[in-house]
C-alpha cells in the first residue's frame, strides 16, 4: 500500500470527521445526534478554520489503493502572533469559520450554538477542561500544539500515525519551539517514542458521569549541534 500526506482542503472535512469518530470509537460510544451535533457546532468549524489559519498545518493521509481515501489525519497549531494580519483575513474569507480565532473561541460558538444535546454540552465541558490544563502549564510561551491526531482503526498499527507528527515537528522545530500534546493513555506511548514527556497528569469527570484520564505531554526541540 502507498500512503500519501497532503494538506486538507475544504472539501475533506466531511472526510475528516468520518476518520475523527472512528479512530476513537466514538460510533459505538456515542448516538447519532451527539455525533451529528459535535461535527455541525464543533469539528468542522474548527477544522476548516485552521486550514486557513496561517502557519497552522492540517494535513490528511490517504491511501491510494482505495481512491485516495483519508485514513487519517493530524492538525498541528502554530503560535499565535497578534500582529498576524495574514491570519486575520484568512479567518475573515473562510465562510465557515467559527467565531474566534483560537480554540476556546470554537468551544465558546460551540456553546452558544443554542444546541441542547447533553452528549455536545460535555464533549465541550472536557475540551474546555483540557484547555485550561494547557493554558495553565504554558501560560502563554511560544509553542506548537498538535490539537489532534487521527487514524482509522483498520489502519492504525501501520505507523501513520508517526508520519504524520514528524510532517509537523519538523515545522515546530525549525521554529526551535516546543511541541504541547493533551494524550490518552491510548496514544501517550506514540508521543513518548517520538520524544515528548509527561509534564502532568490529570484526571476529571465531564456533566455525564464520563471519566477523563490524560497526560500533558511537551517536546522540546532538538539542540543544534
Request: hydrophobic share 30%; glycine share 8%; with cysteine.
Amino acid at each position: 500500500m502507498s500512503y500519501n500526506i497532503r494538506p486538507a482542503k475544504e472539501s475533506d472535512v466531511p472526510a475528516i470527521c468520518e476518520v475523527y469518530f472512528d479512530a476513537y470509537g466514538l460510533k459505538s460510544k456515542m448516538d447519532d445526534e451527539t455525533r451529528k451535533a459535535i461535527r455541525e457546532h464543533f469539528l468542522e468549524q474548527a477544522t476548516t478554520q485552521y486550514m486557513y489559519d496561517s502557519g497552522s498545518q492540517v494535513s490528511v493521509m490517504t491511501d491510494s489503493s482505495k481512491d485516495e481515501k483519508v485514513v487519517a489525519l493530524s492538525i498541528w497549531i502554530a503560535p499565535k502572533h497578534k500582529d498576524d494580519a495574514a491570519s486575520t483575513k484568512a479567518q475573515q474569507q473562510s465562510s465557515n469559520a467559527a467565531t474566534g480565532a483560537d480554540y476556546e473561541g470554537f468551544i465558546d460558538a460551540g456553546k452558544a450554538s443554542g444546541s441542547t444535546n447533553p452528549g455536545l454540552a460535555a464533549y465541550l465541558e472536557s475540551r474546555e477542561r483540557e484547555e485550561e490544563k494547557h493554558e495553565e502549564i504554558m501560560k502563554g510561551r511560544p509553542h506548537w500544539t498538535l490539537l489532534l491526531l487521527a487514524v482509522r482503526a483498520d489502519y492504525q498499527g501501520k505507523g501513520l500515525g508517526g508520519r504524520l507528527m514528524e510532517s509537523g515537528m519538523e515545522l515546530a522545530d525549525k521554529d526551535g519551539l516546543p511541541q504541547f500534546i493533551i494524550a490518552s493513555p491510548a496514544g501517550k506511548r506514540l508521543y513518548e517514542k517520538h520524544g515528548f514527556e509527561t509534564v502532568e497528569n490529570f484526571e476529571f469527570t465531564d456533566s455525564s458521569g464520563k471519566e477523563h484520564a490524560n497526560s500533558a505531554m511537551l517536546r522540546t526541540p532538538p539542540r543544534e549541534p
